[in-house]
């Protein structure tokens, strides 16, 4: 198993731009989230989802659009980047109560 | 409200002296707790978790933590640090089934 992946590992954006942020999970988790890492401020939850056709939004979701068309993937979209989106983001995904396992991370930069 | 605190964003020790990472957290509810681990340019790794039952949770690497709900707090601890422990730790308490909130971090440095 490949556990969770996320693409790119590097992102530099201009203000304005808009991109995707990939995440895949090969466990077949019914959990997924989407976490953005920025110093002195731990983890925060950005959106999530409890299974195909369902998201929610967490503690910080404005300027960020979740989908979840299947049950592995789960898209992170900016559709306007702005200098306070740099920061470092995490996918995560669990199965029920279980264990969250993250993703490598993407590190974003907005110029 | 829940929310974590850790106390001290940087802690350094010497290799084969006691870690000591504090952690405190506020819930409305009976808690769970994790702590989680991540190396430079990584995810973060599952160290260990309180749920219910012993208070005392043992994880990987030599790790350990004790749940006191009396002064709510989950210190993590391992009685000797190795030179592959610097890391920097987080602790997370789960607020709901959809969602976890995180300390700031606590940055771990070991002396050789």
């Known amino acids: 198993n490949a556990g969770v992946t996320q693409t790119p590992k590097f992102q530099v954006l201009k203000t304005g731009q808009s991109m995707t942020l990939q995440c895949a999970q090969d466990?077949?988790?019914?959990?997924m989230s989407w976490y953005r890492q920025d110093p002195g401020m731990g983890l925060r939850l950005i959106h999530y989802?409890?299974?195909?056709?369902?998201?929610d939004q967490g503690e910080v979701p404005n300027g960020y659009n979740v989908s979840r068309s299947t049950t592995e993937d789960f898209p992170l979209r900016l559709l306007s980047a702005a200098p306070s989106q740099t920061s470092v983001y995490f996918c995560?995904?669990?199965?029920?109560?279980?264990?969250?396992?993250f993703g490598p991370g993407t590190r974003l930069t907005v110029l | 409200a829940q929310s974590v605190t850790q106390l001290g964003s940087h802690v350094s020790v010497s290799e084969g002296a006691l870690v000591l990472l504090r952690c405190n957290y506020s819930?409305?509810?009976?808690?769970?707790l994790f702590w989680y681990v991540q190396y430079p340019n990584q995810g973060l790794q599952l160290l260990l978790k309180?749920?219910?039952?012993?208070?005392l949770v043992k994880g990987i690497n030599g790790f350990e933590a004790e749940f006191k709900k009396s002064e709510t707090s989950f210190h993590l601890t391992k009685p000797s640090a190795h030179m592959s422990d610097a890391a920097e730790y987080f602790c997370?308490?789960?607020?709901?089934?959809?969602?976890?909130?995180f300390g700031a971090g606590t940055r771990l440095t070991v002396k050789p």
């Open positions: 997370a308490v789960r607020i709901n089934n959809n969602d976890m909130r």
């Open positions: 819930s409305s509810v009976p808690p769970y």
């Open positions: 995560a995904s669990r199965a029920g109560g279980g264990e969250q396992f």
């Open positions: 466990m077949n988790h019914e959990y």
């Open positions: 989802s409890v299974g195909a056709g369902i998201t």
């Open positions: 309180y749920t219910t039952g012993a208070t």
